[in-house]
Every structure is written in structure tokens, then in C-alpha cells.
């Protein structure tokens, strides 16, 4: 029937009005809908968009305005026009634990706070019971130099002393644990690392890169003991936004003998961070689980026979905690220490080029035998020497092993290797996990160990994009919070405002997808998280200033207001009580 004037005026205006509405649909469901928000999804586009609508854990829809409108929410937040981005993914840090015998030397202003933590620690535990503690740095030390053998000594004698370093490349003990390790100035200088001496050749009371001469003499505190301060740490890294994280040193020890476990009275391999195990860290994440960010797991290798009888490999778990790469069993030492491995003498140094912790063959045998049982490898490598060397290693393996999609890695790649050795990374697919970061808080390490090229580039990230190298940014705990480690990829700026290398500079989207959506790859979780799009998890956080649009130096400054893991609320900042 041709709808005429006259037809239309016989049949009435209700049945008009039936015959042109639009069928009208319930709004669908959601739990949670966030909106006038600035939200960058760190989508293809990079978009920017509004709102976002939540359900079962998951990003259900985003959009603008209107999608309040289009979902029925039980509960609702506005944002009231603050930043809402993916939560960070930190694709390199270690997990800390704290005993009873242990104090906190990065709190220490000053080595004479040092000596009163370990006075007062003395005092609590009695004498002859070993103090321990991680995360000093002399940078921060009013007196601007390392603790020695003799500043241990006066506050805790009747106590064997020994601390780590931050970044753990090196350790500081007092005469007491000297005496317990047995060396004096008649010790020879241990393989792969390098004790420091004072006059007459006796240690000075540090020594890099062997932490186990001291460590492993400690009594490892039953994890039970830890695990309080673990869950602790854990929720630290909600507060600085990181839903998600590569823990970096993880073992198998403690697994059955026969399925990769370490037999009763086999000596552990030595460790410059004392590992937890993976048995320990599925622990942590038995009862509140989803309350925790998601933990992607390095294993130390364990050997070839360990490893064979080990029943799993990367990706076993679940989207909780999970097995990441064989790492980070490092090839060479590291700036804190400082034995990065270079390929030209360290600054004032002749003859000194840092230490390997393997041969080229070892190294070869580790990789290896990790391919061939399908495992990622994440190895680490600081200096230019130990990255070519590793480069090379894996190319040769890849070779023999080929793999379309290994996601292999360089731990740390804070040198630049040559231009062969960029190109060849990049067409074999291997990664570098970087830590910008470091520039900042080892700029006067770097200053006085390196020049020329070699320290304009230090922790480079334009150029081994530009040569196809896939990066993905953490932070090796120097510090954790990746306000940090985004400042300086965009500023190259050194905690003294020096500018190193500007050509090494990335932008702001840049840096922001090297720590989200790209640390996910590494993991192959980028259909899961690390942006935010329909169907991922509803990891989130809320930021008190835009990162795309706040003044360079106020990044450092920018706050976490809200942290979402699975939609779940798991960090909220306090108001301040100013």
C-alpha cells in the first residue's frame, strides 16, 4: 500500500507513530562503566576516547559520552576528567621479601642511618646472627660514597653484616663476614667477579658480582617468614600503576627430585638476587589471587638434566602466574657492580673491560638445550660486549632451532652493540627488554665509567627501534615506578637535568605503548592486555595528570589515583591530609 496523505490521515496518528518508531531495546548489562574520562586506549590508533564499560573482569565497550548511556551499570564513576590508561606491565623487576634478620637500607639517607639500622637490628637479634638488607645506593648517601667493611664494623661487630646493593651487582660486608667467608688478603680474585681492596690488599668490605661469596652463607628465612613482606611488595606495585610484571629471578629448586628439582645437599647456583621458587610464587597467588597483578615468571636454568626432567615450559600457568623465559642467568655483570662486560676499557680503567660470568660455549650449551624444550630465553646482557656476544649466540641457535615465534630476548641491552649486530637482532625477532630508567639514577655511575659515543648512548631506545629491534620497557627495580623510566625515554634527562643523547629519545605514545601493549607481546598477551579494547582485561588505572599533554618534568611527579585488575578496584590513593 502506497502510504498517500489521505491513507495516512484515514488511519490515525497512533498507528503513524507505530508504523515509523524505532523498536526500543533494554540498555545491556555491565558491572562498572567509567566515564568523562580522558582515556587512551593504546589502541592501533592510539585513540583517545571517554568512557569505558566493564563486565566479568573484561572490557566490555569503549566510546564517548553516549555510552553511559547505551549500558546499564549498577555502578557508575566519573573521572571527572582525569587520564584513564592500561595499567603499566613492568617487563624486568625483582620481587623482595623481607626477614626477620633484614633491615631497609634504601631508606638510609645517610651511612650514619645505615649504621643505626644495623645497631638497632644487632641489638634485636643478639650477636653472632647474621643482618641482611637490599637497595643502597651511595648517590643517596649524604656522604656521597659506598659503605665500607670499616662503617659496618662500627655498628654491628659482634654480627656478620651483609647488604646489597641496589640493582644487586654488588654487596658491602663487614669483618665478620669476611672472616666467616674466609677471605682476606691472601684471596685470589673469584671467578667472574672482583673483590675490592684497600691498603694491603685486604677487602675493603665490597665485592662485586660474587654476592654469593657472602649471601649463601646467610640462612635462607623459611618463606613463610617472607611471605607477608611478599604480598606486600606485590601491592606496592598496584600503588605505582603496574598491573602486570616479569618477575626476573625465579628457580625450580625445590620441585621434586626427578622433575627438576635440586637433590638433597646439591649446591644451589650462586645468585646475585636471592631467588623464590615457582612453587613459592604460585603460593603467594593461592588465596587472593586476583587482588595481585599478573606475574609472568623468569626461571633461572637449571642445567640440562633439570631442566629435561622439569614437566613445563614458557606459558604454563594461567592468567595469574604463569612461566615466562629461561633468564635472567646473566653473561656478563652490570654498571652498580661495575663488571658490564665492554668492549673497550672502562673510562680511567686500562686494561679493565668488566667480567663474563660464562664461556661463549656454556652459554651456548644454556641456550640450546632451552630452545630445544620449547622455552623463551630472556638473558641477560649490559655491556656492548656481552650483547654481541649473546646476539650471535642466539642467531646460531635460531638456526638450529628455528622458531617463527620465540619472542626471544636481551635482558637490559644498555650499551649499543654495532650496527651488524642491531640489524641481525632485528631479523632474527629478538627483543630487548630496557630500562631507560637507569640514566636517571646511574648517571654519575655512567659518567665516571664511560665517554665519547658510548656514554651519549647509554641505555639507548630510538635507535635500536629504528633498526627493527623490538623493545619493551621495566625497570630492574632502579626504581620500580615507571614515571621514571617514561621520563627519561622522552627527556634523556639525568636526575642533574644533563641531557645524554637526545637522538635516543622516543615520544610520549611511543613510550607509553613500550610500557604496556609491547611488555604484553613479550609474554604473548597482547589479545589480553595492554590496552583497551573490547574483550581484554579490564586492567586499568587512573592518573591525576594526562601523560600525553603535562609538562615533561611533572611526569616524574604523576600520581596513581586508581589501579583495576580484572575490573576488581585493588589500589585507591588516600586523600591528602594537607
Avoid: C
Avoid at 569503549?62 to 549498577?74: C, D, H, M
Amino acid at each position: 500500500m502506497k502510504l498517500t496523505y489521505s491513507v495516512l490521515a484515514r488511519i490515525g496518528p497512533a498507528l503513524i507513530i507505530a508504523l515509523f518508531a524505532r523498536p526500543t531495546f533494554p540498555a545491556e548489562r555491565a558491572d562498572l562503566v567509567l566515564y568523562n574520562a580522558k582515556v587512551i586506549t593504546v589502541d592501533k590508533r592510539f585513540a583517545v576516547q571517554s568512557a569505558v564499560a566493564i563486565k566479568g573482569g573484561k572490557i566490555l565497550a569503549v566510546g564517548g559520552p553516549t555510552l553511559v548511556k547505551n549500558y546499564q551499570s549498577a555502578r557508575t564513576i566519573d573521572l571527572h576528567g582525569q587520564t584513564l590508561m592500561p595499567g603499566f606491565i613492568d617487563a624486568h623487576v625483582h620481587l623482595f621479601g623481607l626477614s626477620d634478620r633484614q633491615i631497609e637500607p634504601e631508606k638510609a639517607a645517610s651511612i650514619a642511618d645505615l649504621q643505626a639500622m644495623l645497631a638497632s637490628k644487632a641489638k634485636k637479634l643478639g650477636p653472632g646472627e647474621w643482618i641482611t638488607g637490599y637497595g643502597w645506593d651511595e648517590a643517596h648517601f649524604a656522604e656521597k660514597r659506598v659503605p665500607s667493611r670499616a662503617d659496618l664494623d662500627r655498628a654491628a661487630p659482634l654480627n656478620p653484616v651483609v647488604l646489597t646493593r641496589a640493582g644487586s651487582h654488588s654487596v658491602v660486608g663487614n669483618s665478620a663476614a669476611f672472616k666467616l667467608a674466609g677471605i682476606n688478603a691472601a684471596t685470589g680474585e673469584p671467578t667472574g667477579g672482583v673483590i675490592e681492596r684497600a691498603a694491603g690488599g685486604e677487602p675493603s668490605g665490597i665485592i662485586r658480582e660474587r654476592n654469593d661469596l657472602l649471601t649463601s652463607l646467610v640462612p635462607r628465612a623459611p618463606f613463610d617468614e617472607m611471605k607477608r613482606s611478599y604480598l606486600k611488595s606485590l601491592r606496592a606495585l598496584l600503588a605505582l600503576g603496574i598491573t602486570s610484571y616479569m618477575e626476573a629471578r625465579t628457580n625450580i629448586d625445590d620441585e621434586p627430585v626427578g622433575k627438576g628439582g635440586l637433590a638433597p645437599g646439591a649446591a644451589a647456583a650462586p645468585s646475585l638476587v636471592p631467588p623464590h621458587s615457582w612453587k613459592e610464587m604460585r603460593s603467594l597467588y593461592s588465596t587472593d589471587g586476583d587482588r595481585l597483578p599478573r606475574a609472568t615468571l623468569y626461571i633461572d636454568y637449571p642445567g640440562a638434566e633439570r631442566l629435561k626432567a622439569f614437566p613445563y615450559h614458557t606459558g604454563y600457568g594461567n592468567d595469574r602466574v604463569k612461566l615466562g623465559p629461561i633468564g635472567e642467568s646473566p653473561y656478563d655483570g652490570g654498571f652498580t657492580g661495575p663488571t658490564a662486560l665492554t668492549k673497550e676499557d672502562y673510562k680511567g680503567q686500562p686494561g679493565f673491560r668488566g667480567r663474563a660470568f660464562m664461556t661463549p660455549d656454556a652459554a651456548s650449551e644454556m641456550v640450546a638445550t632451552s630452545a630445544s624444550l620449547g622455552w623463551q630465553l630472556g638473558i641477560h646482557a649490559i655491556g656492548d660486549a656481552a650483547i654481541e656476544t649473546m646476539s650471535g649466540i642466539y642467531h646460531n641457535v635460531l638456526i638450529s632451532h628455528p622458531r617463527k615465534d620465540h619472542r626471544w630476548f636481551l635482558a637490559h641491552f644498555t650499551m649499543l652493540p654495532s650496527e651488524a649486530t642491531m640489524d641481525m637482532l632485528a631479523h632474527d625477532g629478538v627483543w630487548a627488554t630496557a630500562q631507560p630508567n637507569f640514566l636517571y639514577n646511574l648517571e654519575g655511575r655512567y659518567e665516571a665509567l664511560l665517554d665519547g659515543k658510548r656514554l651519549e648512548h647509554i641505555n639507548p631506545v630510538a635507535t635500536p627501534l629504528k633498526h627493527g629491534i623490538k623493545l619493551a620497557f621495566s625497570s630492574d627495580n632502579l626504581p620500580i615506578g615507571p614515571m621514571v623510566g617514561l621520563y627519561v625515554a622522552i627527556s634523556r634527562s639525568g636526575s642533574d637535568g644533563r641531557i645524554f643523547g637526545l637522538e635516543e629519545a622516543v615520544g610520549r605514545e611511543e613510550a607509553i605503548r613500550l610500557y604496556t601493549i609491547e611488555a604484553a607481546k613479550l609474554a604473548w598477551d597482547e589479545t589480553k592486555k595492554g590496552s583497551i579494547e573490547p574483550g581484554k582485561f579490564a586492567d586499568l588505572i587512573v592518573l591525576d595528570h594526562d601523560l600525553l599533554t603535562v609538562p615533561v618534568r611533572d611526569i616524574l611527579n604523576t600520581k596513581i589515583v586508581l589501579t583495576m585488575v580484572g575490573g576488581k578496584i585493588v589500589y585507591e590513593q588516600q586523600p591528602s591530609t594537607d
